[in-house]
């Protein structure tokens, strides 16, 4: 199990990328939780998986210019209260069909912002179980006050 937290992610093309390659079925066991993090002016994979089971809650994604979350070769990618807002390819917040790769990944999203036109995309959303730990008590409602803790918390130490 591995979690990203408190990054402050900006100004990159290829974010995030988790499992190798369209082959690497032994990358369902991996499991990864994303929380509290800021990813802005970016191109896309924030993150692109394959296979694995990804967590992605309380995150705020702002103008992202292909896609924000990417999931394929069946991997469960369960996004919950998060903030997407973005200029431009709105509806890509979430994509289940990512390059050359032969099989959807499956989605479930709950609780999530979608400003400026941008929305949700399941896909096969019972696929997705509820992640194997306790996080409520660490859960924030996707609102401004979720925003503004993110984008004033994450980074660098000050």
Wanted: glycine share 6%.
């Amino acid at each position: 199990m591995v979690t990203v937290s408190r990054c402050d992610i900006e100004d990159h093309s290829k974010t995030m990328l988790i499992s190798a390659g369209p082959d690497a079925k032994a990358d369902e066991k991996i499991k990864v939780t994303i929380h509290h993090n800021y990813f802005h002016n970016l191109v896309q994979r924030q993150p692109r998986v394959r296979f694995a089971f990804v967590h992605i809650f309380n995150n705020v994604f702002e103008d992202w210019s292909s896609y924000a979350i990417g999931a394929s070769q069946k991997s469960r990618v369960f996004v919950e209260n998060n903030w997407f807002e973005s200029n431009s390819h709105r509806d890509q917040a979430m994509i289940t069909k990512v390059g050359s790769d032969p099989y959807k990944g499956y989605i479930k999203a709950t609780g999530n912002y979608y400003g400026s036109g941008s929305f949700k995309r399941e896909n096969e959303s019972q696929r997705v179980d509820t992640p194997p730990y306790s996080y409520k008590q660490m859960m924030q409602t996707a609102d401004r006050s979720l925003y503004r803790d993110v984008v004033g918390n994450t980074g660098y130490l000050k």
